[in-house]
């Protein structure tokens, strides 16, 4: 699947985010040694969800079916269709213990938690190089 749209960076905490034509919203925040990602899916069952961590990027993917049939009935309109959506969020580099996220989804809430590694120094984050 293509991952299409806009990204922006945000400069203040080091995340990237894809705003796509086709996602859903979801809320970030950061406490103590984690971020919690928030997610609103009401009606997508638990196991049409798919949430990925990969090259620092968390990727929530969703897959909707609610067709009816209509056995023989006159159908006036049809609103009920597939449909996917997918929703990236891309974090500071090795800033995730990507060992240590959990997800939890109740009631059409789906809450994410990544952890932070253990002793993660932003200020010491970067890579010296040397100029021949």
């Not at 922006?8 to 971020?35: K, P, R, V």
């Not at 994410?112 to 100029?131: A, E, G, P, R, S």
Request: charged share 25%.
């Amino acid at each position: 699947m293509a991952l299409t749209g806009l990204s922006s960076y945000d400069f203040w905490n080091g995340i990237t985010h894809d705003n796509m034509h086709n996602s859903f919203n979801i809320d970030m925040i950061e406490i103590d040694n984690a971020f919690v990602i928030s997610a609103f899916l009401p009606g997508v069952p638990k196991e049409k969800i798919s949430i990925v961590f990969e090259n620092d990027t968390l990727t929530i993917a969703t897959t909707y079916d609610n067709i009816v049939k209509n056995d023989n009935k006159k159908v006036h309109f049809k609103e009920c269709i597939r449909s996917s959506s997918t929703r990236s969020v891309r974090m500071e580099r090795g800033k995730v213990d990507k060992e240590n996220i959990s997800a939890e989804y109740n009631n059409g809430e789906l809450v994410i938690t990544l952890n932070f590694v253990k002793d993660y120094d932003m200020k010491n984050n970067n890579v010296n190089v040397n100029i021949n």
